[in-house]
């Protein structure tokens, strides 16, 4: 027994030294560079030049009937006011009636172009929530340190910064080698015809894009508790999404003789099979880029963890599943989101329908959803078809982190924002991106404004706003992004 105690001892004290010896070396990915040279930027003027783009209701449907065009043509001439070097020197085209589409030609026709884009639209106002806006939602007031309105941070503050640092690069003499686009879209919100049909007068014209950069979510002050540092998420890829219609059948009638089991009560059960059985965690893939980026910038006990997954992965998948938003990020997941049955408390109802949206993870698939729900829900009494009239769509490819534009993304991000952590990313939503996968294998979101969780979980809510002072950094961003991106790039 002696013998077998020193034994165990022994093999515990050898799995400790491993555990130690693996996390201990984790190399960071994060680049070191001198910072990139002082812009003077006219917070004042860029400040209201934002404001007075939140003041146009540039709002999307996906009735496009109820979309009103000449809202968006004020928008376009706010544009075409606001920034007339941009206007002067590079060509606008309008593409799919309201989005619009900028040429800046290079001087090295042999340099594949960059491409950047955002959009102009914005989700409507709900008219329940209408009263509880502090700032009248298209007032574009600056008050308290911020600017207020629908689409501060989705997404007219970014495309307001890149705006300006493209009218401030043009006013200094710059020039690029590269040549570059500017997309801004009209209906992100909703049908995205307008990414489609520029990416397809893109691919007519034989165009190949060096890389795309489109909205991210922001640079997180308070991105973690554990890291006392920015967290600077780089999108690599988005997730897919398919909605399913399941109709539950059964027998009507009075209530007071009812069936065994009734419509809505089979559909019910269906329902709690699936919440109950969600597609399992993948801690491989993007969510494994993340971790790597991630784990050396960490203290050393969750250093230690995520340096030796292959011990620690089950409890991990456990510790990923009680947190909501990082569970998203490590599976596809499952939401019901309409349940429809009966019309009366004494009627039994004759069907029940539910509809449950899956986001899905890159490496599952619409089919492996689908086969997935009929799987769980294992009852013939219970028909499942795709939502009609929806669009389902598969995750976007994952774009590279050891291409050029990655690295030259990354170099910018170290140089204007040194004191955050740049990880590889997954988004959970969909972008106009992901259309301009036809063009090049070099995709990414990113949106160099700084905020705290909070202010950027008001995206699509209320008291939508922007801090003014995260303003002037983006614009440094970009504009030392351009200048970087006009010659030829170095992974």
């Known amino acids: ?267 019910a059960a269906a329902v709690v099979r699936l919440e109950g059985n969600p597609m399992p965690a993948n801690l491989g893939g993007t969510v494994r880029l993340t971790l790597d980026f991630l784990a050396p910038e960490l203290p050393f006990g969750p250093r230690l963890v995520l340096g030796n997954l292959w011990l620690f992965e089950t409890p991990l998948r456990y510790f990923v599943a009680q947190d909501r938003v990082i569970d998203a990020l490590a599976r596809t997941t499952t939401a019901v989101t309409i349940l429809q049955s009966g019309v009366k408390a004494n009627v039994v109802p004759q069907e029940a329908r539910a509809v449950v949206n899956h986001r899905i993870l890159p490496g599952d698939s619409v089919e492996g959803v689908r086969k997935h729900v009929v799987r769980t829900v294992d009852d013939d009494r219970v028909e499942v078809r795709i939502l009609p009239r929806s669009k389902p769509r598969g995750p976007s490819p994952v774009s590279r982190i050891d291409s050029a534009a990655f690295s030259t993304i990354q170099r910018t991000v170290a140089e204007r924002f040194p004191e955050a952590v740049l990880i590889p990313a997954l988004s959970t939503g969909g972008t106009d991106a992901r259309f301009f996968h036809r063009l090049t294998d070099s995709v990414y979101r990113l949106t160099p404004i700084e905020v705290q969780r909070e202010t950027l979980q008001r995206a699509h809510g209320l008291n939508e706003r922007v801090p003014v002072a995260s303003l002037p950094r983006a614009v440094a961003f970009y504009s030392r992004l351009m200048e970087a991106s006009a010659g030829p790039m170095l992974p």
Request: aromatic share 8%; hydrophobic share 45%.
């Open 1 to 267: 027994m002696r013998r077998f105690g020193i034994g165990v001892v022994g093999a515990l004290g050898l799995l400790v030294a491993v555990l130690f010896v693996r996390a201990a070396p984790l190399t960071s990915k994060q680049l070191r560079v001198p910072p990139g040279p002082r812009l003077t930027i006219d917070t004042d003027g860029l400040t209201e030049r934002l404001a007075g783009s939140l003041r146009f209701p540039t709002i999307s449907y996906r009735e496009t009937e109820r979309m009103d065009p000449a809202v968006f043509r004020s928008f376009h001439a706010y544009l075409e006011r606001s920034f007339p070097a941009v206007h002067a020197t590079l060509e606008r085209e309008t593409v799919a009636d309201l989005s619009l589409l900028f040429t800046w030609p290079g001087r090295d026709p042999s340099l594949r172009p960059v491409l950047w884009m955002g959009h102009m639209d914005v989700v409507p106002i709900e008219d329940a929530s209408a009263s509880e806006w502090i700032y009248p939602p298209f007032g574009g007031e600056i008050r308290d340190g911020f600017i207020w309105g629908r689409g501060a941070i989705d997404d007219k503050a970014d495309i307001i910064c890149m705006l300006e640092a493209i009218e401030r690069s043009i006013e200094r003499g710059f020039h690029p080698d590269r040549s570059f686009y500017l997309f801004l879209g009209h209906d992100e919100e909703v049908q995205s015809v307008g990414a489609e049909a520029a990416v397809a007068l893109l691919e007519s014209r034989g165009v190949e894009l060096e890389y795309v950069l489109d909205e991210g979510g922001g640079f997180l002050v308070d991105g973690l508790s554990i890291l006392d540092r920015t967290l600077a998420p780089l999108v690599i890829a988005e997730k897919g999404s398919v909605s399913f219609e399941l109709i539950a059948r059964g027998t009507a009638g009075h209530s007071s003789v009812p069936p065994r089991n009734t419509a809505a009560g089979i559909l």
